[in-house]
């Protein structure tokens, strides 16, 4: 038997493939990653699930030299424009330096597994890795 994995947040669904949900606003639109009750953008009530495209461009980023204890650094915080719904998460899998992260780098979502309970549950997040342009060599 395999170990139980739990997403590590509620936005994260982990089957039938990982991706995010988010909470949009029945009336104008807006996508939200917490709980809800009233819109900020136009005071409407009503919400739905609405799942968020696992590929997005990164818009903004920034390099992390200094976290709490435990933490390793230097990591990258960015926001991704996930087909026009703003998420934010760590970039992963590409050194933490500004030759290798860039606004406007296509990017695509990945589970980043963070720590196993003693029941042996294993606690699944979510970050950004560089997406792979496949190369073409003319044949």
Known sequence: MGTASIPFVGYL????????????CGTC????????????SCEGTSFHPADVPTE???????????AAPG????FVAATVD??????KGNIVNVPADPEH????????LVTVPCGVDDDGVEAISYGF???????????
């Open 71 to 74: 933490l390793p650094v230097p």
């Open 129 to 139: 890795e560089p997406a792979v342009q496949e190369a073409t060599d003319g044949s």
């Open 101 to 108: 992260i860039s606004v406007g780098m296509p990017v695509r």
């Open 56 to 66: 997005g461009t990164v818009t903004a980023f920034t390099i992390v030299h200094l």
């Open 13 to 24: 669904a982990l089957e039938p493939s990982p991706h995010l949900v988010a909470q949009e």
């Open 82 to 87: 996930c087909g026009g719904t703003a998420v």
């Open 29 to 40: 639109g807006a996508r939200y990653f917490d709980r809800r009750d009233v819109c900020a």
